[in-house]
Nanobody, 123 residues
Framework: QVQLVESGGGLVQTGDSLRLSCAAS????????MGWFRQAPGKEREFVAA????????AYADSVKGRSTISRDNAKNTVYLNLNSLKPDDTAVYYC????????????????WGQGTQVTVSS
């Protein structure tokens, strides 16, 4: 059974940093591109960042570019998202997702999803 479990969210203040983690099991982790998405109340789920199955390329949404880093540790079957200079607009549930091989930036392209971790950024 495939399982993706996010962690690392919480309540932080504007300007703080967070490191989100996603632990994967039940799949050949190194064969899957991994993505991070987020969804705020009343809004559509949106792309945040992604990393290829080989870990040789990354992509970021304009909203987080320059202040975020996605990485993966295949030995731990874990993907990370570092977010810096957090602001209230970053408040959302952050989801980890997996897609076989090729990386994409559209939620519908991902087959497996975690339960999400809440990030709340106060002023």
């Amino acid at each position: 059974q495939v399982q993706l479990v996010e962690s690392g969210g919480g309540l932080v203040q504007t300007g703080d940093s967070l490191r989100l983690s996603c632990a994967a099991s039940g799949l050949a982790f190194s064969s899957y591109s991994m993505g991070w998405f987020r969804q705020a109340p009343g809004k559509e789920r949106e792309f945040v960042a992604a990393i290829t199955w080989a870990g040789d390329a990354t992509a970021y949404a304009d909203s987080v570019k320059g202040r975020s880093t996605i990485s993966r540790d295949n030995a731990k079957n874990t993907v990370y998202l570092n977010l810096n200079s957090l602001k209230p607009d970053d408040t959302a549930v952050y989801y980890c997702a997996a897609r076989f091989l090729a990386v994409r930036d559209t939620p519908s392209e991902y087959k497996y999803w975690g339960q999400g971790t809440q990030v709340t950024v106060s002023s």
